[in-house]
């Protein structure tokens, strides 16, 4: 189960890899919120119950058959827009509306990542959370 949730937060890191959440130098928000992996690998220092690392499984599985389908929907954006970089003579207005479709897609990646990210946040007690930090 563990390297599952590992697997997961690997797909959405990847297709994220810009984010601030996955660069923790000189980011404002490192330390706000906590992979579940490092959660669920200390669990003991953390002080979480069994009821709070069944929750954070649950909300990782939950995310998890929509995190390859984005992956994917990022890849094939992306493939799309290299293939109109790659003219000899590049479509500037279909390239920047391709752009525009990678960009969205991102952003539905991250949004996903960053409310998965809340979620299991606000399973934490504050003395949990400056744990974890």
Avoid: C
Avoid at 76 to 101: C, H, V
Avoid at 113 to 132: G, P, V
């Amino acid at each position: 189960m563990i390297s599952r949730i590992s697997l997961l937060l690997v797909a959405l890191l990847s297709v994220g890899s810009t984010s601030a959440l996955a660069n923790p130098g000189g980011d404002p928000i490192h330390g706000l919120l906590f992979p579940p992996e490092l959660l669920i690998q200390h669990r003991e220092q953390i002080g979480l119950s069994e009821q709070q690392i069944e929750k954070i499984r649950n909300l990782v599985e939950e995310v998890g058959p929509r995190a390859p389908e984005h992956q994917t929907r990022v890849q094939e954006a992306t493939g799309q827009l290299a293939r109109l970089l790659s003219a000899d003579q590049i479509d500037e207005n279909a390239a920047l509306k391709q752009l525009d479709e990678v960009l969205a897609t991102e952003k539905a990646v991250k949004h996903l990542h960053l409310r998965l990210m809340i979620q299991i946040r606000n399973t934490l007690s504050a003395e949990q959370r400056q744990a974890a930090a």
